[in-house]
Structures are given as structure tokens and as C-alpha cells.
């Protein structure tokens, strides 16, 4: 009796369990099993280089990247921690601005913007896996977070967070353009914001078409907002 | 840092290449298959409990989210490579003629991925990422014991559909 074809592939891939050893004591005495094998592993070395030539090299995404967009997703669920918002993705520009595609945003598209070291680098676009979208940076001194045009209804909530990268996530998709002292926001009227404000950065910036809004400085935002009981401070962009 | 979190470090290191090469195979789309693999590891990060097999956990759901949001790009679907960035960095340039025989050699494999069905394509696919048996059955509903059988059908179609492809090219 021999190894049928899934049982050839189960040996080539160490998945017979406990049969494996009988099976291999049944494939040193067998020609035909034997030749079987080796045609498969032969296969399969060429499926491999086969897949090899498709691939491309993977995106730089860190774990601390994820962790900071899990946790400053909007309606993130229960691990939602305002204060305790970590760093986010980044792509280092050398001097200050970098930008990282957050979930749904072209994130090789970026990679080439930033190797490019253009004045800004386009984030936007729908999401893969929903509608909201974002970036992370790491931001210099003096750094100024501009909305563009925003809608009389939209918000950004401030937060201020034990982490070394500012990051933003809207509840829609948004176009983020970066300069080394200045993210420019675009989204759709309506839009609801979370910014994350590093609480080492010396000064943050906060405007809506060119009016200043507040100014975070080492991680004060000044008595004027009231923060909520998660310690965000809701900021109208609208009027 | 948590053991929680330098758990989570590892997990991420091992599986987060795997699993954007494996999306990347199977669809062509490297943004998508970066957006994919991205947000899978933030819904990982969000759950209160690690799953029981988080690989397999991880196969599951980014296979939910790229079909889903494949759907929604239908329209740019794009069914032959090649695509801009392909060859790794660092790669030699190749002669004419050898590059020419490399992007008819890639546009047949991927011509044959599409040709195959979704099923054989994707335990073809998660094999070659080095995921177990255990890991592609519970990914994709199977039994664990006819992935052997499967896989080997699966080779057969795409040995078949790739000598087509490379042919008729």
C-alpha cells in the first residue's frame, strides 16, 4: 500500500503526526513513494520561486504603530485609553515631518512621498477595512495642525498623551498633507477628529482656516477647554 | 512594557510579514493587502482576550476584510502584475531579454492564481507562507485532514493553469 497524494504532501510537510514515522520507515523501503516525494518537494521548491517573483517587500509597520491606532481608533471599544495613547507609525523625515498612512491609506504611496522628501506627502483615501483614515508623525519644536475648511459641525477632540508621535484619526476619510512644521486636514463636513498630542512637544498649534484655535504647550492646552471625563478636550472647527 | 504588549511585539514580528505576502499572492494589490494586514493587527490589539490560535485567528479575519474591501475595488482589479515596485530593492537589473522572461514568467504565475479556484488558491498560498494544517482548516473551514488532498489538487491546477498562462503569453 502506498501514501496516497495528500498523504505526500502531509509527509513533505511534517503533518502525518503520529503515522509519520511508520510512514517514513514505509518510504526508505518504497521506490515508488520514494520517487513520489521527490517529485513533490521538487514541485514545491519551484511553486516557491513560482510565488517568490509576485512579491514585494512588506510595508515598515511596527507593533507600537499598531498599538496607537488600535488604541486611538474612534470607537475603538473598550481598550480606548485617551491618556494613555501611545506612539503611532512613522516614517522619519530627517528634520521633523513624517507622515504615516494610517488603516486605508496608501501606505506605499506615502513611503515613495517621504523617500521623495517632497514638501507634502498625500495620505488620504477610503479605508481597506472602513471609513476612517489618519496619520502619525513625528512632529519637531513648533508644529502647527491645520484644518482646512472645516465644516460648521466638525469637532476634534485634544488629547494629550504620553507618547512621542502625534497622531490624528478621523471618523471619515480625510486627506492629510504634511510639511515638517505643519499637517494641513481636509475632511467632510461633519467630520469628527481625535488628535493626539504628544505631551513632551513644546508647541502644537491648533487652527481652522488660518484662525488660530489653541495652543498646546508641553502638553498644557490652556484652562479655556474643559476636558471630559476621558481627559479630551472638544474643540469646535466649524464658525 | 506588559507581557501583554512584548506578546503581542512577537506575534506581530512573526506574522506580519507572512501575512501581507500571503494577501499580497493572493490579490496583487500591495496597498491593499498593506491596509489589510494593518488593520487585522489592530483588531488583534483590541481584543481583551488573545485569540486561541492567533494565527489562524489572523488568516480569518484578514481574509473577511480583503474580500470585503476587495469587493469594494472591484473596479480597479487588476488581474496581471506587473506592478510598480515589484522587484525588490537591491535587485541586479536584469538583461532585456531576461527581464522580459521574468515579467512573462510573473505575469503567468499570477494569471494562474486568478484562473484557479479561490479555494485552491488560497490553501496553495497559506502553505507556502509555512502556516500549518491545523491553521489553513480552521482559516478556511476545513477539515483538517483533507488539506493534504486539497493542497495536492490545488498544486495539479495551478501547474496546469500556469503552463497555460505561460504559453499563451
Avoid at chain 2, 510579514?17 to 496583487?28: D, E, Q
Avoid at chain 2, 505575469?107 to 494544517?133: F, H, S, W
Avoid at chain 2, 476545513?142 to 491546477?157: P, Y
Wanted: overall charge neutral.
Amino acid at each position: 500500500m502506498h501514501l496516497d497524494d495528500g498523504g505526500i504532501q502531509a509527509l513533505l510537510h511534517g503533518e502525518l503526526g503520529a503515522d509519520a514515522e511508520r510512514w517514513e520507515g514505509h518510504v526508505e523501503r518504497c521506490p515508488v513513494c520514494r520517487t513520489r516525494l521527490e517529485e513533490a518537494r521538487a514541485d514545491e521548491a519551484e511553486l516557491s520561486t513560482a510565488l517568490r517573483s509576485l512579491d514585494v517587500p512588506a510595508p515598515s509597520l511596527s507593533a507600537d504603530a499598531v498599538r496607537a491606532l488600535a488604541r486611538g481608533g474612534l470607537g475603538a471599544g473598550p481598550r480606548w485609553r485617551p491618556w494613555r495613547v501611545a506612539a503611532g507609525v512613522a516614517l522619519a523625515i530627517a528634520a521633523a515631518g513624517a507622515l504615516y498612512a494610517l488603516p486605508g491609506s496608501p501606505l506605499r504611496r506615502a513611503v515613495e512621498a517621504l523617500r521623495d522628501s517632497p514638501p507634502a506627502a498625500e495620505a488620504p483615501a477610503p479605508t481597506a477595512a472602513g471609513h476612517e483614515s489618519g496619520v502619525a508623525l513625528r512632529i519637531g519644536s513648533d508644529f502647527t495642525v491645520a484644518f482646512d475648511s472645516p465644516g460648521v459641525a466638525d469637532t476634534v477632540w485634544v488629547v494629550v498623551a504620553d507618547d512621542s508621535l502625534l497622531s490624528i484619526r478621523a471618523d471619515r476619510p480625510a486627506s492629510f498633507r504634511s510639511r515638517p512644521d505643519r499637517l494641513t486636514v481636509s475632511g467632510p463636513e461633519g467630520t469628527r477628529y481625535r488628535l493626539l498630542v504628544p505631551r513632551e512637544a513644546p508647541r502644537v498649534r491648533i487652527e481652522a482656516d488660518g484662525r488660530p484655535l489653541l495652543e498646546v504647550r508641553s502638553g498644557a492646552p490652556g484652562p479655556e477647554l474643559p476636558e471630559d471625563s476621558e481627559g479630551a478636550r472638544a474643540l469646535p472647527l466649524g464658525g | 512594557m506588559s507581557d501583554g504588549d512584548r506578546a503581542f511585539d512577537a506575534l506581530f514580528r512573526e506574522q506580519h510579514p507572512r501575512l501581507f505576502r500571503y494577501l499580497h499572492r493572493l490579490g496583487g494589490d500591495a496597498e491593499l493587502a498593506a491596509d489589510v494586514s494593518q488593520e487585522t493587527f489592530v483588531r488583534l490589539y483590541r481584543r481583551s482576550e488573545p485569540p486561541d490560535d492567533p494565527a489562524a485567528w489572523l488568516i480569518t479575519v484578514a481574509s473577511n476584510l480583503f474580500r470585503n474591501a476587495r469587493a469594494k475595488r472591484s473596479r480597479r482589479a487588476r488581474l496581471l502584475t506587473p506592478e510598480r515596485g515589484a522587484s525588490a530593492v537591491g535587485d541586479a537589473v536584469p538583461a532585456p531579454d531576461a527581464a522580459l522572461v521574468s515579467d512573462r514568467r510573473r505575469a503567468a504565475v499570477r494569471a494562474a492564481l486568478e484562473t484557479i479556484p479561490e479555494r485552491d488558491r488560497r490553501i496553495l498560498l497559506l502553505r507556502a507562507e509555512g502556516y500549518r494544517y491545523r491553521e489553513i482548516a480552521a482559516a478556511l473551514h476545513l477539515n483538517e485532514t483533507s488539506i493534504g488532498t486539497l493542497l495536492a489538487r490545488a498544486k495539479r491546477a495551478f501547474r496546469s493553469a500556469f503552463g497555460e498562462a505561460y504559453h499563451a503569453s
